[in-house]
């Protein structure tokens, strides 16, 4: 268990930007699986849809991942939960919008045009994680 922890230690010291790289493109490639599945299942016309189901059903799995292999915070599940509900609202947002453009505007292959507004997405994201969600109080660090 010692190694663990000491693994997981050397872990939180590589910086966040480089674990969010890592975590976030394991998360979102996991969530695009998602949304192909389901845009597969539902039909190309139900895009809009299976991006919401996208993005539900990867929170759970991207919470988890975020608090505990990128911002390597303690505590405050729930707080941060809720926080991390709103910032995949602001997220969801920009991507609805990112992949209503990309494909209805611009004529983008659906499936390409979601990999691209995850991208489009990803620093966003980033920034409200960090600033917002997992954001530590320096008083009690």
Not at 44 to 67: D, G, P
Not at 118 to 139: C, E, G, P, W
Request: aromatic share 20%; net charge positive; hydrophobic share 55%.
């Amino acid at each position: 268990m010692e190694n663990i922890l000491s693994l997981y230690e050397k872990w939180c010291r590589i910086p966040d930007k480089i674990r969010f790289l890592i975590i976030g493109g394991i998360n979102a490639g996991l969530s695009y699986i998602v949304f192909a599945i389901a845009l597969f299942l539902l039909g190309h016309e139900h895009y809009q849809i299976c991006v919401a189901l996208q993005w539900i059903l990867s929170s759970f799995v991207s919470f988890a991942n975020q608090k505990i292999f990128v911002f390597c915070t303690k505590g405050n599940w729930v707080n941060e939960y809720f926080r991390c509900c709103t910032t995949w609202a602001v997220s969801y947002v920009f991507n609805v919008v990112i992949l209503e453009v990309f494909v209805r505007f611009l004529h983008i292959n659906v499936y390409l045009a979601q990999i691209l507004a995850i991208f489009s997405v990803a620093a966003l994201t980033y920034s409200l994680f960090k600033y917002f969600a997992f954001k530590v109080d320096k008083k009690q660090s």
